[in-house]
């Protein structure tokens, strides 16, 4: 690549004609955060969710590129539809579906309460949770029990922007509990904190909730409709030919909750 400085000050770079020509295949950005083993920074591939993605897209001739950023950005960012084509792992509700394209369901998200193993907890519906400072991640969707507790005043609900901060919270006695997909809270717990720090928390059994997981896109783009159709389609034949499994398998991902009714 060659670069001039012009006597603007502003650095010009050229890059070779082969370069030029690789950028101009078709890419879609999107957007994610550190979610092992589903999405990490980390891992081969940006983990399992992510190799999906990209493997149907390649189906598709589009090559995906994962901007990481907090997932409540990485929403905004795909609802205006400029930075970003779109932001995956998301559940599907009624007010998405106004907002976004919703792909087919990808991977199954399991989501249970985290807290220290010291603190006794025992609950079966948002109810039994009353008295107890609970942590939650902006943009995510705890299901309609969990958020109308919230906003009836029966929940103590503190909100920070990454997963993360909420285990240090809850580390550090702020919060009593944390919901999170289960999978997802142990690996974040095994990269980021020593092992004695993480060998503090455990999770109750009971799921707060059990549903899929989707790529939103954005409705903005045009070709985004035609992008959909073409995951949609190339996610059915990854199911189809084993592969789909295969991945989930290799990532030690199950593909359904293990105890969702």
Known sequence: MFCAMLFSGLLVCLAPLGAIQEDSRQVIRLGVDDFPPYISRDQPGYGVLA??????????????RYLFMPWNRALLHTEEGDLLEGTPGWFRTPQREEVFLVSDPIVSDCQSFFHLKDRSISWNTVEDLKGFVIGATRGYDYGAAFMKAREEGTLDVEWVSRDIYNFRKLLLGRIDLFPMNTLAGYSLLGEHFPPEEAARVTHHDTLLRSQDLHLLLSRNPGENRTRLEQFNRGLQELRQSGRHAELLQQANVPVSCPHAD
């Open 51 to 64: 190799e999906i993605i990209t493997e149907v897209f390649a189906q598709a001739g589009l090559e995906v």
